[in-house]
C-alpha cells in the first residue's frame, strides 16, 4: 500500500512530557469493551526515565540554593519539600500500570455519578510502557469559557460540576486529580441518563496527590478554618501542623494576627474565590515570621486555585462557598473534627 498512508495511520493524535498517545480499535473483547471498540493507547517516550531524573536531579539543586540565600527566609516556602513531593508523585506515572490503577480508582470513587466520567483502562493490554484505555469522545472545556459559543446555563453547570468533583477529591477522597489543566477536561452528553445531561470526562490520570490520613486530617482543619474566614484559627493550625517552624512568640502572634487580616479585608470573597491572592499574601507571611508552609496545603491550594479559575471563566458570578462548605462539613465529620451544626439550608 501506499507508505504515506501507512505513516499516516500510526500518527499520535497527542503527547505530553510523558508518553504519546495513538487511537485505535479492538480486534477482539477486552475487559466489558467488545470487539470494534475505540480505544486510546498511551505509550512512554524512550527513555523517559533518565530524562526525568536528570530533571527532578536539577529542580533539586535550584530549589535548595535559593532556600539557601540568607535573610529572605525562602526556605519557609517550601519549595525543596514541594519538589520533593512532586518527584515522588511524577516518578511513578512512568509506570503506567500505576495509571490505570488511578483511573480505576477514579471510576470507583465517582461511581454513579452521571456527569462526571474518567476513561475505563484495559488491564489484560496494560504494561509499564503502554496502556489501552477506552477512548473519551468530547470537546475541550475551553470551548465552553468563549463567549458566545455556549448557553449561560451550560456554562453554570459545568462550572458548578466542576467544582464539587475537585472539592470531593480534595475534601472527601483525599485523591486529586493532579495535572487539571483545561487540556485534560474534555465535555460531552451522558447519552444512558434521560434529558442526556452534560458530563465532564477527566483523562491523563497519572500524576495524583494523596496525603495520607494525618495529612489529609491537618489540611480540612487548615482550609476549612479558610472557608469559615477564621483567620486566627487557620494561622495557628498552619503552625502547629508545620514540621518545622523557629518563629518566636512574637512571630506567632504576628502571623496569626496577618491571617486574620488578609480575611477581614476580603470580607467579600471567600478562600477558594480568590486562593491565588490568598496564597501570595500567606507565603509573604511566611517568610516574614519564619513558619514553613506544608507541600500539602500549597499543592492542594494550587489545585483549587486552577479549578477556580475555570468556573470562574465558565461562570464568573458562580458562589464557591456554596459548593465548598458542605464539602468542608462532611469531611471535618468523617475525620471526626465537626463542632458545629451544618447552616446550608439558607442561601
Same mark, same amino acid.
Given at each position: ?9 500510526? *500518527? ?15 480486534? $477482539? ?7 470494534? *471498540? ?106 465552553? !469559557? ?46 444512558? %441518563? *434521560? ?24 489540611? %480540612? ?34 502571623? !496569626?494576627?496577618? &491571617? ?43 489545585? !483549587?486555585? &486552577? ?5 470562574? $471563566? ?23 473534627? *465537626? ?7 439558607? $442561601?
Amino acid at each position: 500500500g501506499d507508505p504515506r498512508r501507512k505513516k499516516q495511520a500510526i *500518527s499520535p493524535i497527542g503527547s505530553g512530557c510523558i508518553a504519546q498517545v495513538y487511537k485505535a480499535r479492538l480486534k $477482539k473483547a477486552s475487559g466489558l469493551l467488545p470487539v470494534g *471498540s475505540e480505544v486510546a493507547i498511551k505509550v512512554t517516550h524512550p527513555n523517559i526515565l533518565h530524562k526525568v531524573c536528570v530533571d527532578f536531579y536539577i529542580l533539586n539543586k535550584i530549589s535548595s540554593w535559593i532556600e539557601a540565600i540568607p535573610y529572605i527566609n525562602l526556605n519557609y516556602l517550601s519549595m525543596k519539600d514541594s519538589v520533593e513531593q512532586f518527584r515522588d508523585v511524577m516518578l511513578p506515572q512512568l509506570d503506567l500500570r500505576v495509571e490505570a490503577r488511578n483511573l480505576r480508582r477514579f471510576r470507583r470513587d465517582f461511581a454513579g455519578a452521571t456527569q462526571v466520567a474518567f476513561p475505563q483502562p484495559l488491564a489484560d493490554l496494560t504494561t509499564e510502557k503502554v496502556m489501552v484505555e477506552s477512548f473519551v469522545h468530547g470537546e475541550p472545556i475551553l470551548k465552553y !469559557c468563549e463567549d458566545g459559543l455556549k448557553s449561560m446555563k451550560d456554562r453554570e453547570e459545568l462550572a458548578t460540576i466542576g467544582l464539587a468533583t475537585v472539592m470531593k477529591m480534595i475534601f472527601l477522597h483525599d485523591f486529586v486529580h493532579g495535572d487539571l489543566h483545561p487540556g485534560n477536561i474534555l465535555i460531552d452528553r451522558n447519552q444512558s %441518563v *434521560s434529558g442526556k445531561p452534560l458530563r465532564l470526562n477527566m483523562i491523563d490520570c497519572g500524576l495524583v496527590v494523596e496525603m495520607g490520613e494525618q495529612d489529609h486530617v491537618n489540611l %480540612v482543619r487548615v482550609l476549612g478554618a479558610f472557608i469559615k474566614k477564621d483567620g486566627m484559627q487557620a494561622g495557628h493550625l498552619m503552625i502547629d501542623t508545620a514540621k518545622k517552624c523557629q518563629a518566636t512568640q512574637l512571630d506567632v502572634e504576628l502571623f !496569626c494576627k496577618g &491571617i486574620q487580616k488578609i480575611c477581614e479585608d476580603d470580607d467579600d470573597n471567600n478562600f477558594l474565590e480568590s486562593v491565588g491572592d490568598y496564597l501570595a499574601d500567606i507565603c509573604y507571611l511566611a517568610c516574614k515570621h519564619k513558619v514553613k508552609l506544608e507541600a500539602s496545603f500549597i499543592n492542594a491550594a494550587l489545585a !483549587c486555585e &486552577i479549578m477556580e479559575g475555570i468556573a470562574s $471563566k465558565l461562570y464568573p458570578t458562580l458562589k464557591v462557598q456554596h459548593i465548598a462548605l458542605p464539602m468542608v462539613f462532611r469531611a471535618e465529620v468523617m475525620h471526626g473534627l *465537626s463542632s458545629w451544626k451544618f447552616p446550608f439550608g439558607k $442561601k
